[in-house]
């Protein structure tokens, strides 16, 4: 997977979907190619109202002086029964070569944002961690792989938004930091 987090740095995520649903299709048929062409760019207006709320609130509200953001996915895998974006706020450009950077955000969203489309992938989750799936070799790269292209889906989500709001909002101009939670390795930088 040294590859995908390679194409994700260089900010390639449609060659890194691509790939991994490649890699995914070779896999035996489980629940989790349902992931395989399916993305999230119909919450694009969506994450735009959430991006421009959490904004306003953290420089209006809160008179932080925003220069990066991280758009964190929650623990999703172990959490199948919503899965959600939490957005983070900080006042200096954060330090790539060290992932402490993380815990000293400035401020945090109050409220999450709901990703809608993937609820058969959350029931997947849910019934491979209560089957203990993870022992079978096969499913558990296919497992593995579908994590990797939800991640890889919320950063092309985030990218495209971004691309979209660039000079109609303030938080598009800034760098936006994109993971999940306990995924750092797989972080994605749009600018």
């Not at 994109?178 to 749009?190: F, G, K, N, P, T």
């Amino acid at each position: 997977m040294e590859q995908i987090q390679e194409l994700i740095q260089a900010g390639k995520i449609g060659e890194a979907i691509r790939e991994t649903e490649a890699k995914l299709k070779q896999l035996p048929s489980s629940d989790f190619q349902q992931v395989i062409g399916k993305d999230l760019l119909h919450l694009q207006p969506a994450l735009t109202q959430f991006l421009d709320y959490f904004y306003e609130a953290m420089t209006v509200e809160e008179e932080l002086e925003i220069k990066a953001m991280y758009v964190e996915m929650n623990s999703f895998t172990t959490q199948y029964e919503r899965w959600f974006l939490h957005a983070l706020a900080y006042e200096s450009i954060p330090r790539l070569g060290d992932l402490s950077w993380l815990t000293d955000f400035s401020g945090e969203s109050e409220k999450t944002f709901t990703i809608t489309g993937y609820e058969a992938l959350q029931k997947a989750n849910e019934k491979y961690m209560k089957s203990e799936g993870y022992r079978d070799d096969q499913l558990r790269q296919a497992c593995e792989l579908h994590e990797y292209l939800v991640i890889l889906r919320v950063q092309e989500l985030v990218k495209h938004t971004l691309t979209a709001n660039k000079g109609k909002a303030a938080w598009a101009d800034v760098p936006v930091f994109v993971s999940a939670h306990d995924y750092e390795d797989l972080m994605l930088i749009v600018q």
